[in-house]
């Protein structure tokens, strides 16, 4: 992991839509999460310049998405330096993570610490719900998520 730059506020970023299936996974698992004391929590589509604004000033941000994967409900766990790493765009949204940390780094405006934690996803098409696999993963993916942030689940 990434050393912290700062000391600052710990906020958890649930990205995505629900009202895209599966895409939806970011904000139920802050919905678990209830409202833990000294962490701010936010929802965000995903539009670049908005997941900046969310963890500019924070000492830890920790990003909960869905991304495309051939194992619907594996849980990834990246952090800055592994964000790059990939080819294509896993995520579901346009621009995607990869493209906020780049533009994040060159205005020198990422968290001191970012991790970010994925669910492969099954469904992106028009709906609510999250399907059976992202469901069953859902527990353990908000289990992960107040553990990097030190916080206890709901």
Same mark, same amino acid.
């Given at each position: 992991?990434?050393?912290? $730059?700062?000391?600052?506020?710990?906020?958890?970023?649930?990205? #995505?839509?629900?009202?895209?299936? @599966?895409?939806?996974?970011?904000?139920? =698992? /802050?919905?678990? /999460?209830?409202?833990?004391?000294?962490?701010?929590? *936010? =929802?965000?589509?995903?539009? +670049? !310049?908005?997941?900046?604004?969310?963890?500019? @000033?924070?000492? /830890?941000?920790?990003?909960?998405?869905? =991304? $495309? #994967? @051939? $194992?619907?409900? $594996?849980?990834?766990?990246?952090?800055?330096? &592994?964000?790059?790493?990939?080819?294509?765009? +896993? &995520? &579901?949204? *346009?621009?995607?993570?990869?493209? %906020?940390?780049? /533009?994040? *780094? %060159?205005?020198?405006?990422?968290?001191?610490?970012?991790?970010?934690?994925?669910?492969?996803?099954?469904?992106?098409?028009? #709906?609510?719900?999250?399907?059976?696999?992202?469901?069953? !993963?859902? +527990? %353990?993916? !908000?289990?992960?998520?107040?553990?990097? !942030?030190?916080? &206890? +689940? #709901?």
């Amino acid at each position: 992991m990434t050393t912290p $730059r700062a000391r600052g506020p710990v906020v958890i970023i649930g990205v #995505g839509n629900e009202y895209r299936r @599966d895409d939806g996974v970011g904000p139920r =698992v /802050l919905e678990l /999460l209830g409202d833990p004391p000294g962490v701010r929590l *936010a =929802v965000c589509d995903g539009e +670049p !310049a908005r997941l900046i604004g969310l963890w500019e @000033d924070a000492g /830890l941000a920790v990003v909960v998405d869905a =991304v $495309r #994967g @051939d $194992r619907p409900g $594996r849980i990834h766990e990246l952090d800055l330096d &592994s964000v790059g790493g990939h080819h294509g765009n +896993p &995520s &579901s949204h *346009a621009l995607g993570l990869e493209a %906020a940390v780049e /533009l994040a *780094a %060159a205005l020198e405006r990422l968290p001191g610490r970012l991790a970010i934690v994925a669910v492969e996803a099954a469904d992106f098409r028009l #709906g609510a719900g999250l399907s059976p696999p992202v469901a069953a !993963a859902l +527990p %353990a993916l !908000a289990a992960r998520v107040a553990r990097l !942030a030190g916080v &206890s +689940p #709901g």
